[in-house]
């Protein structure tokens, strides 16, 4: 019985470690898998392991990807003269679900944020000038997130950006600042990304 106890502690202590589960959530969700047949609890195990060993991230655009590239960066039908620029996957994945843009993406993986450690050269900056530099765009839409550290990204990228012949916009505020793109709602993307206005 030692044993198990042991075990059932060290899967709450793992439980967790996740995102938004406290102690208590992570106890009922321990005690739910021990409830559910063994073939169900397995396959949460077997879904965790296949995403830890068959997803990266795509070689073009930084999105999720069980292949070299993603689906999007595939898709024949996207307008490869505008490309959307998002902090994360989970930001990209609101857009789509949103359906407001049919252009391509690229993902930061995170923003620059200095008081955490988190300069330029730990996101996919340089990747994202050196697209601009062999593609053929017309527009980048910055839609990193509306709080300090993404306009900050955003601001630096345009700079970045500054001697291609492009023309650099932002998503208009519908989206209040300090909110999070994957937790606004689709109307509201879809004014945003209607509304953008150029960065200057």
């Given amino acids: 019985m030692a044993q198990e106890s042991s075990s059932i502690n060290e899967l709450i202590d793992q439980l967790g470690r996740l995102p938004g589960i406290g102690r208590k959530s992570a106890e009922r969700l321990a005690y739910h898998l021990l409830r559910v047949s063994k ?3 397995l396959a949460l195990s ?3 392991r296949n995403v830890r060993e068959n997803v990266r991230y795509c070689s073009e655009c930084f999105n999720l990807s069980e292949g070299p590239l993603c689906s999007i960066c595939t898709d024949l039908s996207r307008d490869t003269s505008l490309l959307c620029i998002v902090e994360q996957p989970r930001d990209l994945m609101a857009m789509e679900q949103a359906g407001v843009f049919r252009g391509l993406y690229h993902v930061l993986l995170g923003r620059i944020a200095p008081l955490d450690g988190i ?5 996919t900056i340089d990747e994202l000038v050196e697209r601009v530099r062999k593609g053929n765009f017309s527009e980048i839409i910055m839609a990193t997130n509306p ?8 601001l630096y990228i345009t700079n970045q950006l500054a001697d291609f012949p492009v023309q650099v916009s932002r998503l208009a505020r519908g989206i209040t600042t300090g909110s999070v793109l994957e937790h ?5 993307l879809a ?10």
């Avoid at 709080?147 to 955003?154: F, M, N, R």
């Fill in 39 to 41: 073939g169900e609890a």
């Fill in 119 to 123: 300069g330029p050269d730990q996101l």
């Fill in 147 to 154: 709080t300090v550290e993404g306009d900050g990204s955003a």
């Fill in 191 to 200: 004014d945003a990304m209607s509304g953008r206005q150029r960065m200057h």
């Fill in 184 to 188: 606004t709602n689709r109307e509201i």
């Fill in 46 to 48: 077997e879904a965790i």
